[in-house]
């Protein structure tokens, strides 16, 4: 059992930035991977970014050059750097774990543990 809650959201211009955090907790085991999805108003979730134990990152296209994921190991926290923020980047924002490597890392339903989200929101 994984527990995972997400901090860090909020409303920002376009161009500005925000990190969110997502403090997890409960079996090292079942967080192999962690990464962030996000669902705009709307739409389908979507993978945003992924980081695995083997040193892996995968991005969503969208973002690329503009967010960043990391983790520390020790806090069990893992981070989201948003820079450049776009209004088609508003959404809720979801912190995810699996206790192994997806084979379609950034597919929503590659993962169980979800936290209870927090919400970006971008203004043009």
């Known amino acids: 059992q994984v527990q995972l809650v997400e901090s860090g959201g909020g409303s920002v211009q376009s161009g500005g930035s925000l990190r969110l955090s997502c403090q997890a907790s409960?079996?090292?085991?079942?967080?192999?991977?962690m990464g962030w999805l996000r669902q705009a108003p709307g739409k389908a979730r979507e993978g945003v970014a992924i980081?695995?134990?083997?040193?892996?990152?995968v991005y969503a296209d969208s973002v690329k050059g503009r967010f960043t994921i990391s983790q520390n190991v020790a806090k069990n926290t893992l981070y989201l750097q948003m820079n450049n923020l776009k209004p088609e980047d508003t959404g809720m924002y979801y912190c995810?774990?699996?206790?192994?490597?997806?084979?379609?890392?950034?597919?929503?339903?590659?993962?169980?543990?979800w936290g209870q989200g927090t919400q970006v929101t971008v203004s043009s």
């Open positions: 995810v774990a699996g206790h192994q490597k997806a084979l379609v890392p950034l597919a929503p339903n590659s993962y169980d543990n």
């Open positions: 409960g079996s090292p085991s079942s967080r192999y991977c």
């Open positions: 980081t695995c134990r083997d040193d892996s990152q």
